[in-house]
């Protein structure tokens, strides 16, 4: 009685502190996205680059040079421009939302990339000027309109997008706000957009440290959970004082096994000495060096989904193409050397904690997979002859190659293990889930760093658990391109048994 009186009050409490705003339209009128503008504020820009320069080259050409410059080399000119400096800006940030409302703030960025270009593109044109059939300076002439008219358009894009933002008429990327109630009180929801593009759905606030009861945190991040869930909210944003480590630890732990991305806001100490200030309507603004540090990155989008699902399909019908005759002769080897079937087949937990059938070239005169089962070990007297090289070798992994094609593998994740052990270890090691987030792999980030084979104690289990989690937060194409190669190297030591 009493332990369900203290749940119903940690519970009325959690919700009293929880204010919720969902993303509402304006006088029945749909929302822009901000990656939208960013996107329209790209294709402005180098659509005035090819015009400027097109009708600059040929206005010049037409003029003064004999014989002109067609329609195609001008325009051709304009758009290597337009693509080079669209992708520059573009790299330095200059298409966020939070730079398309201050222009002046990056505009030392955008004349030192039309710079860079510009003299790039006139080092071409004079590079090549004996074997074009006109002369390039008209072209080279082009690149002064380019900066006056871009500059036109960034002013243009900034007043627009100022009116839409004052109209409501903007939606930035989705996220659940979690913080102390001091670090929540002089951020606003109209702050999070101006300044980074984020659009807030939901707002929690946990108490400081001292008024807070042990486990308030991790019912405080399921609530934040929930909401991100229920709001569509595509990240988690921070905004703690940068001294309370417990709480930030505890709710990256928590917060770990959502597929939703986890920012930390810098706090108001760092705010300040950075600029945080007033804008000239009295609204708080953050400083233009002030941005959220990514801790955990989001689960792979579908396009980083479609480029793994690419490799997988490629290297594992290549490799299954070139390395048949070997299955064969290793299924006649197993025959040959011991009683039982060529294949081993266990259930492991995948893609979500969705269960599926491994297959392996079996390597041991057992074929456990219940409750209970005992790992491999050094000289483990139930491996075979010809299973301990196998083993070895790794060639006892290939057939899991057909569980890459069949989708419940990739070639790259955490390896996953007997679903009895999945149980043991997730009652140890409170991370343990978190490395379904992903499929698991034929090899991984804790097998090329040494982590292969038995697991005598939690500990090793928890190091194993701590490089998947890095590989997962850490995830790029070129990175499972590394590990690949990486592991062809490893099968070479002797550290599989």
Same mark, same amino acid.
């Given at each position: 009685?009493?332990?369900?009186?203290?749940?119903?009050? !940690?519970?009325? #409490?959690?919700?009293?502190?929880?204010?919720?705003?969902?993303?509402?339209?304006?006088?029945?009128?749909?929302?822009?996205?901000?990656?939208?503008?960013?996107?329209?504020?790209?294709?402005?820009?180098?659509?005035?680059?090819?015009?400027?320069?097109?009708? #600059?080259?040929?206005?010049?050409?037409?003029? +003064?040079?004999?014989?002109?410059?067609?329609?195609?080399?001008?325009?051709?000119?304009?758009?290597?421009?337009?693509?080079?400096?669209?992708?520059? &800006?573009?790299? *330095?940030? =200059? *298409?966020?939302?939070?730079?398309?409302?201050?222009?002046?703030?990056?505009?030392?960025?955008?004349?030192?990339?039309?710079?860079?270009?510009?003299?790039?593109?006139?080092?071409?044109?004079?590079?090549?000027?004996?074997?074009?059939?006109?002369?390039?300076?008209? @072209?080279?002439?082009?690149?002064?309109?380019?900066?006056?008219?871009?500059?036109? $358009?960034?002013?243009?894009?900034?007043?627009?997008?100022?009116?839409?933002?004052?109209? /409501?008429?903007? &939606?930035?990327?989705?996220?659940? $706000?979690?913080?102390?109630?001091? %670090?929540?009180?002089?951020?606003?929801?109209?702050?999070?957009?101006?300044?980074?593009?984020?659009?807030?759905?939901?707002?929690?606030?946990?108490?400081?440290?001292?008024?807070?009861?042990?486990?308030?945190?991790?019912?405080?991040?399921?609530?934040?959970?929930?909401?991100?869930?229920?709001?569509?909210?595509?990240?988690?944003?921070?905004?703690?004082?940068?001294?309370?480590? %417990?709480?930030?630890?505890? =709710?990256?732990?928590?917060?770990?096994?959502?597929?939703?991305?986890?920012? !930390?806001?810098?706090?108001?100490?760092?705010?300040?000495?950075?600029?945080?200030?007033?804008?000239?309507?009295?609204?708080?603004?953050?400083?233009?060096?002030?941005?959220?540090?990514?801790?955990?990155?989001?689960? =792979?989008?579908?396009?980083?989904?479609?480029?793994?699902?690419?490799?997988?399909? &490629?290297?594992? @019908?290549?490799?299954?193409?070139?390395?048949?005759?070997?299955?064969?002769?290793?299924?006649?080897?197993?025959? @040959?050397?011991?009683?039982?079937?060529?294949?081993?087949?266990?259930?492991?937990?995948?893609? #979500?904690?969705?269960?599926?059938?491994?297959?392996?070239?079996?390597?041991?005169?057992?074929? %456990?997979?219940?409750?209970?089962?005992?790992?491999?070990?050094?000289?483990?007297?139930?491996?075979?002859?010809?299973?301990?090289?196998?083993?070895?070798?790794?060639?006892?992994?290939?057939?899991?190659?057909?569980?890459?094609?069949?989708?419940?593998?990739? @070639?790259?994740?955490?390896?996953?293990?007997?679903?009895?052990?999945?149980?043991?270890? $997730?009652?140890?090691? &409170?991370?343990?889930?978190?490395? #379904?987030?992903?499929?698991?792999?034929?090899?991984?980030?804790?097998?090329?760093?040494?982590?292969? /084979? %038995?697991?005598?104690?939690?500990?090793?289990?928890?190091?194993?658990?701590?490089?998947?989690?890095? *590989?997962?937060?850490? +995830?790029?194409? /070129?990175?499972?391109?590394?590990?690949?190669?990486?592991?062809?190297?490893?099968?070479?030591?002797?550290?599989?048994?």
């Amino acid at each position: 009685m009493l332990l369900s009186r203290l749940t119903g009050t !940690l519970l009325n #409490n959690i919700e009293s502190q929880i204010r919720t705003t969902k993303v509402s339209r304006v006088s029945g009128r749909s929302k822009i996205s901000y990656q939208t503008m960013e996107t329209a504020a790209g294709a402005a820009e180098f659509f005035v680059i090819v015009v400027i320069t097109a009708f #600059n080259g040929l206005v010049c050409h037409c003029s +003064w040079f004999d014989p002109p410059a067609t329609l195609g080399a001008a325009i051709g000119t304009g758009a290597v421009s337009g693509l080079l400096f669209a992708y520059g &800006a573009k790299v *330095y940030g =200059l *298409y966020t939302f939070p730079a398309l409302l201050s222009p002046l703030q990056h505009f030392g960025r955008v004349i030192g990339i039309w710079a860079a270009v510009s003299a790039a593109i006139a080092a071409f044109l004079l590079f090549l000027k004996d074997d074009l059939d006109f002369a390039p300076w008209p @072209l080279i002439m082009a690149t002064l309109p380019q900066l006056i008219a871009l500059s036109l $358009t960034r002013f243009l894009f900034a007043k627009a997008s100022r009116a839409l933002l004052s109209a /409501g008429r903007v &939606a930035g990327r989705p996220v659940v $706000t979690i913080g102390e109630p001091v %670090e929540l009180a002089g951020l606003s929801a109209k702050a999070l957009l101006q300044s980074f593009g984020l659009s807030e759905v939901c707002r929690v606030a946990i108490p400081a440290a001292p008024a807070r009861r042990s486990g308030e945190i991790q019912a405080y991040a399921g609530r934040a959970a929930a909401a991100a869930q229920e709001f569509g909210a595509a990240e988690f944003l921070l905004v703690l004082s940068w001294n309370s480590q %417990e709480t930030f630890e505890a =709710l990256k732990t928590h917060l770990r096994a959502s597929p939703h991305a986890v920012s !930390l806001l810098p706090d108001r100490n760092i705010r300040t000495m950075l600029g945080e200030g007033e804008s000239p309507g009295q609204r708080r603004i953050l400083p233009a060096r002030v941005f959220p540090v990514r801790v955990k990155r989001p689960s =792979l989008t579908p396009a980083e989904r479609a480029a793994k699902r690419l490799l997988d399909i &490629a290297v594992s @019908l290549t490799a299954l193409a070139i390395l048949w005759p070997l299955f064969v002769l290793t299924a006649i080897a197993i025959k @040959l050397d011991s009683e039982g079937p060529v294949i081993f087949r266990q259930r492991r937990a995948g893609l #979500n904690s969705k269960e599926f059938v491994i297959f392996k070239f079996r390597t041991m005169t057992v074929l %456990e997979d219940g409750p209970a089962i005992t790992q491999a070990s050094r000289g483990d007297h139930r491996v075979t002859r010809v299973g301990r090289f196998l083993r070895r070798s790794s060639i006892d992994e290939l057939p899991q190659l057909f569980n890459v094609l069949r989708g419940d593998m990739s @070639l790259v994740g955490p390896r996953p293990h007997a679903v009895a052990h999945d149980l043991e270890y $997730t009652a140890l090691i &409170a991370d343990y889930g978190s490395r #379904n987030l992903v499929k698991p792999g034929m090899t991984g980030w804790a097998q090329v760093k040494g982590l292969r /084979g %038995e697991t005598r104690s939690a500990d090793l289990m928890r190091e194993r658990v701590k490089l998947d989690l890095w *590989y997962i937060d850490n +995830w790029s194409f /070129g990175l499972d391109i590394s590990i690949l190669f990486r592991t062809c190297l490893e099968v070479l030591r002797d550290r599989a048994y």
